[in-house]
């Protein structure tokens, strides 16, 4: 698999996620699902159009790994705020993940477990 085929299938899994929490929204009553909806949509219209975003922004993309993890980390504050207990540990590992991988575009540098010393 090469490595856009993984940036694309990563903002594609991110995008479901969001969705279906937006989805998971609509029975509270102090939840605002359209921010997910909306959120969840651009990040999978990100996946689909991911060339020309990466031709439009150059290495925007790395941004819109920090944009990713921004929204993760809304849903686990939010989950936290709903008591739920384990959920929100998942969302905060994939918001340090997304930062990491955002961080390494961005300064183009090499995973931790790849660099030799």
Avoid at 3 to 32: C, M
Avoid at 75 to 91: D, R, S, T, W
Wanted: a positive charge; proline letters at 3%; glycine letters at 8%.
């Amino acid at each position: 698999m090469k490595k856009e085929n993984l940036y694309k299938s990563a903002h594609l899994l991110s995008g479901v996620v969001v969705l279906l929490h937006g989805i998971g929204e609509l029975d509270r009553v102090h939840g605002s699902p359209s921010f997910f909806f909306i959120a969840g949509t651009l990040m999978m219209l990100t996946a689909v159009f991911h060339h020309q975003v990466e031709r439009r922004l150059g290495n925007g993309e790395s941004i819109i790994f920090f944009i990713e993890a921004a929204v993760q980390l809304f849903i686990a504050f939010h989950y936290f705020e709903a008591g739920k207990k384990a959920l929100p540990f998942a969302h905060l590992f994939c918001t340090l993940l997304y930062v990491y991988v955002g961080y390494l575009k961005l300064t183009g540098s090499k995973p931790f477990w790849s660099v030799k010393k």
